[in-house]
């Protein structure tokens, strides 16, 4: 660790900082010192998220430590919460320290030493990255992370349900305590909180560690959430207003960091939107249908007390009259119709419900919702209700000037997809049957980012490594940005090369346009260009297009043979390098990865096609070899809606997004922001090439579009100054070459691989000791549990005589050892009658009985076993000495290999005792949830009680000794 001091702030780093690394800490402490919120753009493969780690917990480390300096330190600690100046926090003029007033007053808050930090990215994999890099850190701090029902859930009913159900199953199990994983954290709430907050924990940290343990994950974080100073969590949990409240947390003078957040202002908007669908109409009917033919309807009124019929006649006639509403609307010559925000007041209205009363017809819906939920007599999901409840609750927040201003109203006509999994749109048939969907759409994210600044935060900071322009991003969000940042990158000339190819091979323009990209020239121009590629990009290569439509039409002629061909394309490009394409199905996605990254490792190579804004191109490493060439064929229009998006409808002109934008920013404001979203995702796509200081690697835009002038200017910053023009497609080619050879035999290359062949001989090590430790401790796990089971089985009966192990003894030792065996039995007898009246000669004797039971049962494979349960019919005076002997007998079995773990776990069992053994087992478990990671300290601490717990009960004088059961483990 190093410590430097940015901004008057010691931060220790894991190592020296780049320059880019102090200059990112330097304006994220400029931030949360000035309490203002801060834009950060920094490459992929700049360290962003360790560098935005360790300058808020230093920030926060200094802020805590000033408040405790201060004359009146524990009262200000105390009263942080309510006491923090924060008048001029998003005009930039907050104080470090409390207010005098607010410390005078005595009003003192929440327990808080300092404010909350809820760290949010977009997917969970990307916080369990998040928790990766706070491992790195030195930073101990109190955290947990948030998950959904889904994710954590271990009830076995629950967890199998559908995941709308999910929440009402769980809901009515808590309330009636008849959740046994709740109940079991209710009781040790405060020694799980204590124990899952001790160390960084990601989802599946938190999952596994309440799992063993038998307590409920999923509320576990929830109760962390109240003590902990780091909170990591999802960012819709955050921006949808609904989600936000469930949390109840005091957002008041908290940090909220938004990392990722290039698809930030896409999920405000989505959180404000909703689609009610011909199924949540027909699914609400049925539901009231259900609720009247109980003979009880009756339910509690929110917040009273007062138990109110529910109103079904009412919900009913507000359905029929909203679908017909919904069917009556007139759309021309098209798949969907759009206006104002405010007409969805409008078709409210006509269905019943009055303007301005709403809430009336949501208070008589979530009752009915609620009744379903919790009625045992009914016990199911309502679907259509909880879909209703959420549609209702939108319109009933918002004022009808921003309704007007800031929504549209689209009623679509619902599509569904054919056997190939194609769109497919049936207009006359879905206009007469009345399938459409009401949608409310939200085109202004800044809604949804005004109401975390209403709750009082200290700061938000946005960071990514596609923000750029800033501008258009801040103005996008609409909230003040006082600090921004544009960073560099920590590569040098010679790592990257970037150019715009805009004609293939044959000299046909590649344009992946709309009116172009289904042009069969330009298709089997674009593979030529790709193959020609192939051949002088060496390793992997990421090929991202602009939709799985335009992927999908290239694919399909790439694999068409010519007349005379012996091969098509796409064999030989196969042939050259692998092909893999990335599935649309998510559960596939990982398989794909897997094979493209086997593919560069054993075959040399790998070509994996991919859409921008896919998998793909989103947060994954494809660090090295696994992309040194990334080429994009075109760019797509972003479309606002999921229901727009199922359409396949890509032009901007006409949309609501683009109208919505040229109503409030002027003529061009639509068209700007399509294509400053399009851009945005072709530099999250071309991120994948550069992943850190010592990686290189082409970028190659096929598409003449990328020539303009005003398109090089769209690129991040750091791209710009690695942008190459060529004026043929052969003297690219030969560039390519060039920079390739230059690259191989660079210094940053031959030091990569000196790191690489450093960290391949530590794996090398890690992963044996993983091995040995991971397979060592399952199966110390399972012999555990055999052994048990074995030993439960014989006390309940299995073996309750001696007799009963007579023919297994039989089978092991032989027809005459089975004789001396009874002959042994039979001076086992007459030796403890010796010992009861003091012989002499007893010593000697027990250990000649035990010395031939050892000669008896060595070569035994099941040896251990019939020792262990003859204890119990070892005459009680001569147990010690017996248990020592099977204690050491076991141990010799080990240390030839014919033991193993079982032999080792019964000598362990043996020496300890009953009740040192369990607490020994239970240190085993914790060493195994951690598994191979030596660097975690709590391997450290398990391992100390595990030697304690052997030394301290092992009798000096028993053999064997402790060290030697410590030196077999």
């Not at 954290?185 to 799992?211: C, F, H, N, Y």
């Not at 991120?687 to 598409?703: E, F, K, T």
């Not at 048990?788 to 192990?805: F, M, T, Y």
Request: charge should be positive; glycine fraction near 8%.
């Amino acid at each position: 660790m190093v410590v430097i001091n940015v901004s008057g702030v010691d931060v220790n780093f894991p190592f020296p900082p780049y320059e880019c690394q102090k200059v990112y800490m330097e304006h994220v402490v400029q931030a949360l010192q000035m309490g203002s919120n801060a834009l950060l753009e920094s490459p992929t493969g700049t360290g962003k998220t360790l560098c935005l780690l360790c300058a808020v917990l230093a920030w926060r480390a200094s802020f805590v430590s000033s408040l405790a300096k201060s004359d009146r330190g524990d009262r200000a600690c105390q009263t942080f919460a309510s006491g923090l100046d924060h008048s001029g926090d998003q005009q930039g003029g907050s104080s470090l320290a409390p207010s005098k007033s607010a410390v005078d007053a005595g009003d003192i808050g929440t327990a808080r030493t300092g404010p909350r930090i809820i760290y949010t990215s977009r997917t969970h994999s990307q916080l369990t990255q998040v928790v990766r890099e706070l491992r790195r850190t030195k930073y101990s701090t109190k955290m947990t992370v948030l998950g959904s029902r889904s994710q954590l859930c271990i009830h076995p009913e629950v967890s199998r349900a559908p995941t709308g159900a999910q929440n009402a199953m769980c809901s009515q199990y808590v309330a009636n305590h008849k959740c046994m994983h709740k109940n079991e954290l209710d009781s040790r709430k405060d020694e799980l909180v204590q124990r899952v907050m001790k160390t960084p924990v990601d989802i599946e940290d938190l999952a596994r560690i309440a799992g063993i343990r038998g307590a409920c994950p999923y509320y576990l974080a929830r109760s962390a959430r109240e003590s902990a100073d780091l909170i990591l969590m999802p960012y819709n949990y955050v921006v949808d207003s609904v989600a936000r409240d469930r949390l109840d947390i005091d957002w008041n003078k908290d940090i909220v960091i938004f990392d990722e957040a290039h698809n930030l202002d896409a999920v405000c908007m989505e959180a404000r939107s909703f689609d009610l669908t011909s199924y949540h109409r027909e699914a609400c009917l049925q539901e009231i249908q259900r609720i009247e033919n109980e003979p009880n309807r009756m339910t509690f009124g929110a917040g009273t007390g007062e138990q109110s019929q529910v109103n079904t006649e009412l919900l009913r006639n507000f359905l029929q009259a909203l679908d017909e509403r919904v069917k009556a609307v007139n759309i021309k010559g098209g798949s969907y119709f759009s206006g104002m925000g405010d007409a969805i007041l409008r078709i409210l209205d006509q269905s019943s419900v009055a303007t301005g009363k709403e809430k009336s017809v949501l208070s008589e819906v979530e009752a009915a919702r609620q009744y379903l939920l919790n009625d045992s007599s009914v016990g199911q999901y309502a679907p259509g209700l909880t879909a209703l409840t959420e549609a209702l609750v939108t319109v009933s927040d918002l004022e009808p000037d921003i309704l007007r201003e800031d929504f549209r109203v689209c009623v679509c006509i619902e599509i569904e997809k054919n056997d190939a999994g194609t769109l497919r749109q049936h207009f006359q048939s879905f206009n007469n049957r009345g399938n459409r969907t009401l949608s409310l759409w939200c085109m202004n994210p800044a809604i949804s980012m005004n109401d975390i600044l209403r709750k009082g935060v200290r700061s938000i900071l946005m960071t990514s490594g596609t923000l750029a322009p800033l501008d258009g991003t801040e103005k996008e969000m609409g909230i003040p940005f006082q600090v921004k940042l544009e960073n560099s990158h920590v590569i040098g000339a010679g790592q990257a090369l970037m150019t715009c190819v805009p004609r293939g091979p044959r000299g046909v323009f590649l344009n992946s346009s709309y009116k172009n990209r289904d042009s069969e020239d330009y298709l089997a121009e674009l593979g030529s260009s790709i193959m020609n590629f192939a051949q002088v990009v060496p390793e992997g290569i990421l090929v991202f297009f602009s939709s799985y439509s335009i992927l999908g039409k290239s694919v399909c002629l790439w694999q068409r043979r010519a007349i005379g061909e012996q091969e098509s394309l796409y064999e030989r490009l196969n042939r050259r390098k692998p092909i893999v394409l990335e599935p649309r199905d998510s559960s596939s996605f990982s398989a794909a990865l897997e094979l493209h990254q086997s593919n560069v490792r054993d075959r040399g190579g790998s070509i994996l096609l991919a859409v921008c804004r896919g998998k793909t191109s989103e947060g994954l490493d494809f660090s090295d070899s696994l992309a040194r060439g990334v080429i994009v064929v075109g760019f797509v229009l972003r479309v606002v809606s999921i229901s727009l998006r199922e359409f396949g409808l890509f032009a901007p002109s006409g949309f609501p997004q683009a109208d919505y934008l040229e109503r409030r920013r002027g003529k061009r404001a639509g068209s700007e922001w399509y294509v400053q979203n399009a851009f945005r995702a072709v530099n999250q796509a071309v991120g994948r090439a550069i992943r850190h200081r010592n990686d290189y690697g082409a970028i190659l835009l096929c598409d003449q579009r990328f020539l303009d002038e005003k398109s090089r200017a769209r690129f991040s910053s750091w791209l710009r100054p690695h942008f190459s023009e060529w004026s043929s497609f052969g003297v690219t080619q030969r560039s390519l070459v060039h920079f390739f050879r230059s690259a191989d035999q660079a210094p940053f290359t031959l030091q990569r691989k000196r790191e690489l062949e450093e960290r391949e001989t530590a794996e090398n090590k890690r992963m044996r000791s993983k091995c040995k430790v991971e397979g060592f401790l399952e199966a110390v796990q399972q012999q555990a549990i055999l052994t048990e089971s074995n030993e439960s089985r014989a006390h309940q009966g299995h073996i309750k005589h001696v007799q009963d192990l007579l023919p297994m003894i039989k089978k092991e030792v032989g027809p005459d050892n089975y004789k001396s065996f009874f002959a042994l039995l039979r001076e086992t007898k007459r030796v403890s009658a010796l010992r009861k009246t003091g012989d002499d000669l007893q010593h000697t004797q027990v250990r000649t009985c035990l010395r031939e039971l050892h000669c008896l049962f060595k070569s035994s494979e099941n040896g251990i076993s019939i020792l262990h349960n003859l204890l119990q019919f070892i005459p009680s005076n001569l147990k010690d000495d017996y248990r020592r002997f099977v204690t050491g007998f076991l141990l010799s079995k080990v240390s030839s290999g014919n033991a193993g773990v079982l032999g080792l776990l019964k000598a362990t069992r043996m020496s300890l005792g009953e009740k040192e053994y369990t607490k020994f087992r239970r240190q085993l478990g914790e060493l195994k949830e951690i598994g191979h990671d030596t660097e975690n300290h709590r391997v450290h601490e398990i391992l100390l009680g595990f030697c304690e717990t052997i030394r301290g009960n092992v009798p000096a004088g028993q053999s064997p000794t402790a060290n030697e059961l410590l030196q077999e483990w």
